[in-house]
């Protein structure tokens, strides 16, 4: 199979460009050395419309040429230089692979209002007719209102680096999407929307738009070493059949929907075994935020609200406090501004002045018919979840299944940093889950399985780690402490490290340190309990062994638990 690196270097149509032809030949030729395309059509300048068939045109040094209406059929072209502005290799490339490219030009300098879409399409159609290539973009701004589809094997849009930009222009509709292909995908540049035009973030549809979709049976397809920013939503894997990538510093910043990155398939079409690797992701605006409210992490009306405290408004988006006040009867809502003032606009609202800072992100989410997801080395800052595994589906056969997460941190989201609704397969090691508006980690009653160690969740506004009747947890070698602040300061009695609801079965909590964790800035441990049993006697088989619990406000353990065989033993306490 023919592979093709196709460039692009600020690509645009042309009108039909007058040169001569190729003349034809009725024997193979072989065109070598710089000179020999220059004799051929000096030699042949008269005729038009000619064929040259089967040549091999070996490391031509061209620059300016041009042809028109020849026709090139099985030829091969090696080491070809594109110099100034040159539309011969254009030309030869595009009717060698039967493209449809008339005149590709290379220029000096880009655009960020023209729109390139039909011609890095026509360009990654030309590759593809090729059996799949590189399509190489330098740095520049190219401008798009439409969608660049992909579906052929080892088709790639490279950059140049960070500083090759492909800006969005108004785009309501996926972008990037790949399908149908194996080893596709994009590298090294960035995708933005462009902050000139409001709708780049506007979307009735929590699944659209995205800037890059993995989709329909891809397999081992790939974003690496890409910016995304400025958009609705990030990147979608969806009924992909296996080892798709997020890897080697993709990074999500400024986002305004709901997904950072989504794995899902569908009842017709599963989704296999996703991996996200050294992957950062932030709603992080430049002035202070990250303070919840003792009236707690939703907005509410005629409350007084201080600078950096931040609040989810009804609709879902979050908001921080710039200049404090007291609170009006309307929250503020929506994405603010005009496309370009969106990330600095501010609400007033009564007397508190609120500037925008995230849509309701989730940054990470495995959803229905999605098996198998591997996270290594991320870093998830800001808004409402880090890790979120949900059922949108919700039926007999739709529960995803197995995530791995090891080296991950999770930062300033504004609920719950890990929030596993449904999930069969959950392991965390090695997880650092703190500052969260809520719990650090919530686990619902629709999930099993579920695994964490050598990781640390402090410093959460509610407790640790809430358990609402899911069934066989483990929690070992953690350190749980400093946690509660925002959750006693709204009146809550029962916040805890690990809180244990009614219904749960199956927990065994052993080997922890719960409580003030060395209490490095000498602050008042607010965690009113190292373990909390809610009681019931459906609450059973549960081991709380070998802990450390350190002054705890209230208690080490409260356990009103009626269930059968529950055991604490070998804890020691202190308060």
Known sequence: MKRLVFFIGSLFWAGQVLAQAVPSMSRPVTLAGPQGLSIAFSKKADVNNGALNTPTINAPNVAGGSVSSATISGGTISGAKLDGTNTLAGILVSTLLGGVINTVQILTGTSATTDWTSVFQAAINTVQQAGGGIIRIPNGTYAFTGQLTVNTDGTVLKGDGRNTILMLNQNAKDFLIFSNCTKCGV???TISGNTSYASVFQ???VYSPFMVTLGYNTNSAFVRRVDLRFGYNGIHVYQSNGEDQVTDHVTLSSMAGYYGIEFEGSAHNHSYRMMVSNFVAGNVPSYSYGNINAA???W???TAYTPSQTVQSPDGTIWTCISGGTSGGTPPTGIPGSGASTWNATVLDGSVTWAFTSGPMSWIVQNSYAYSMIIRNAALLG????VRVTDTANTSSSHPQWMWASDLEIDHPQYVGIDLQSEDGFYCDS???GSQ???????????TDVHFTNGRAAYNGGGGFYLSKPTNVTISSMSI???CGAAVNAGDTQCAGIYIADGTTGVAITGNIIGTLGNPQNKVNPQLYGVYYVGGSSTGYTQVVGNVLLNNATASIFNNNQGPNNNQANNSASN
Do not use: R
């Open 187 to 189: 590298e090294d540049l």
């Open 203 to 205: 979307s009735s549809n």
């Open 296 to 298: 707690g992490p939703g």
């Open 300 to 302: 509410k009306a005629s």
């Open 383 to 386: 808004g409402v979840h880090g």
């Open 431 to 433: 997880c650092w889950i």
């Open 437 to 447: 508006g809520g719990y650090a980690v919530e686990i619902g009653p629709n999930s």
């Open 481 to 483: 402490g400093l946690n």
